[in-house]
């Protein structure tokens, strides 16, 4: 559904943009540990808001993002889909702390493959990237060369050559003081960084094993209407096609993978190997991407990584991750917070809405001219789950060097409304490791 707003998209691929990017690995810097809200600081000047993706979560990101600062509009929006797009310009309109910081009229919102880049252009100072994964890498160039501030929904890519971009692009944004936070929402609770400080600090003692967990039941499903092209039809269950999502181990379970990742202190495993299928979505109607994921990840002195995630209904649910040391355990997981070391612990401090924080200390970082940069764990944790992916896709055992120097890019041959393959389902064992 194209509105009056949408123009084509030349045929070109990402393929060329990911071609220009350097593959430089960025040394990243966490945010701030709790700055002044942008709220408390009274600056006057007004900040511009672009939303590029006007799904649930484009529409939640946008409602903190107006809540994070006294002087911020929403002057622009951008989705493949008109209806879309409207749908979520009333729910923000309907939302009484917000309604007076929204300004978007008809000829600030536009629909269509090349959305975003009018987003850009139309004089935002910053911009909220809640596409789907596939575009984030595209995305994030052009508004870090256009010179705004971002803040981008997790996973960030959902192929290596994306998340290579990825880093180069985030690596550009520290040269240019631009801030980029990442939707990696745990890192931004005071409980989990609270808990984590204290395990690096040797409350466990080494780390030996971590287990991460995802066992949840089925989620949405939008069947074909009649009039939809293949591309229509992808693009509206974007979540079931792996060149659109990374597969639901990539676009969810990176969560607590990144978790991990942030107790082994930015390290990242050497080797995955691993299994995973389709037991219970196994019709059309849910794309190509699989149902569960079983990875075994090792790490240069030995320690596993024992990831495992689902999604099927009637079964029991967990999300969850769990490090065991040399010297006790721990839970960090939302439901519970605790180390058994000896002496128990169990965080009873103060509790924040994660989703909140992150936005109020990026724009309190923008006010402060003190940028926060992500760039670094939100792509190398959206790498460690696309690695798991090939490890369970092909049933080969999957280096960190294969996996961050891998060739395979999930591009379309086109942008554009119309017929295009529907891709196969991973068989592993036969769907070669590239």
Excluded at 31 to 39: G, L
Excluded at 64 to 73: E, G, I, R, T, Y
Excluded at 86 to 102: M, N
């Amino acid at each position: 559904m194209k509105g009056s707003n949408s123009t084509r998209l030349p045929s070109l691929s990402r393929r060329d943009f990911l071609r220009s990017s350097s593959a430089a690995v960025l040394t990243g810097a966490l945010a701030n540990a709790h700055p002044p809200s942008a709220r408390a600081q009274g600056r006057s000047d007004l900040l511009r808001v672009g939303l590029i993706g006007c799904g649930g979560r484009g529409t939640g990101a946008a409602m903190q993002a107006l809540s994070a600062d006294p002087n911020v509009k929403l002057t622009a929006m951008g989705d493949a889909f008109e209806d879309r797009l409207e749908q979520s310009l009333r729910s923000l309109q309907g939302g009484k702390d917000v309604a007076d910081k929204i300004d978007v009229p008809q000829e600030r919102r536009f629909v269509g493959f090349d959305a975003y880049q009018h987003v850009i252009d139309s004089g935002v100072d910053v911009v909220l990237l809640a596409e789907p994964p596939h575009f984030r890498p595209r995305h994030l160039k052009a508004a870090i060369d256009a010179g705004k501030h971002v803040f981008a929904e997790k996973p960030v890519a959902v192929d290596a050559p994306g998340v290579r971009a990825v880093l180069a692009m985030c690596e550009e944004a520290k040269k240019k003081n631009l801030s980029v936070v990442s939707g990696l929402c745990l890192r931004y609770s005071y409980g989990f960084q609270e808990t984590v400080k204290r395990i690096h600090d040797g409350a466990i003692g080494d780390i030996r094993a971590l287990q991460a967990n995802d066992y949840r039941g089925a989620i949405w499903v939008k069947p074909r209407q009649a009039g939809w092209s293949d591309m229509e039809w992808q693009m509206r269950n974007w979540y079931y096609f792996t060149w659109l999502s990374g597969d639901f181990n990539v676009e969810q379970h990176v969560h607590y993978l990144d978790v991990c990742a942030w107790l082994m202190n930015g390290e990242y495993p050497v080797s995955a190997i691993g299994m995973g299928g389709r037991q219970a979505r196994t019709g059309p109607e849910y794309g190509n991407i699989y149902d569960h994921h079983s990875v075994v990840y090792e790490y240069a002195n030995g320690t596993k990584l024992f990831s495992n995630c689902r999604q099927q209904e009637g079964c029991r649910n967990e999300i969850s991750c769990y490090a065991m040391g040399s010297k006790g355990t721990a839970e960090v997981s939302e439901r519970r917070l605790a180390i058994d070391a000896g002496k128990p612990w169990v965080y009873e401090g103060k509790k924040n809405n994660i989703y909140q924080t992150e936005h109020d200390e990026l724009f309190a970082n923008i006010r402060s001219g003190t940028p926060i940069n992500n760039g670094d764990y939100m792509a190398k944790s959206t790498q460690l789950a696309i690695m798991g992916r090939m490890a369970t896709h092909t049933g080969q055992l999957v280096t960190w060097e294969q996996a961050m120097g891998s060739p395979e890019d999930l591009t379309p041959a086109k942008y554009e409304w119309g017929d295009i393959p529907t891709p196969s389902v991973a068989i592993p064992g036969v769907t070669e490791l590239s």
